[in-house]
């Protein structure tokens, strides 16, 4: 960090800014919808390839019968079907997001999540 006056300093375990569009949306998403009701609904959606592949809220799972390209742009990333199926989100960090969907069993829509980390 630099002050007004010129003068730099690096705080130990500090945290790094980085920017949003570094993030990376591919992968396996578990989350948790239905924001009005305390997240308490599973939500789990994968991202591969810049593109929706798969997505379920609680035991409904979503028409996603082909891939929808998500547009991502500075963190962020949204699409609408024809079907009414829609999601819009933003990456929080390069493990996190939250947003808002339009599927069944998604309650009031609201979303938060995890990157899935597979060993």
Known sequence: MTNPGGHAATLAGGYTFTAPDSFDPNGDWIAHA??????????????????????????????????ITLAVQSGGFSFSGRDGLSMSGRL?????????????????GLWWADKSVRF
């Open 92 to 108: 929080d960090s390069m493990t996190t997001s939250e947003g808002k969907v339009t599927a069944p069993g998604c309650g009031d």
């Open 34 to 67: 239905d924001g009005s009701n305390h997240y308490l609904t599973d939500m789990r959606f994968t991202i591969r390839n810049g593109a929706l592949i798969s997505l379920s809220c609680g035991r409904e799972m979503a028409p996603v019968t082909t891939p």
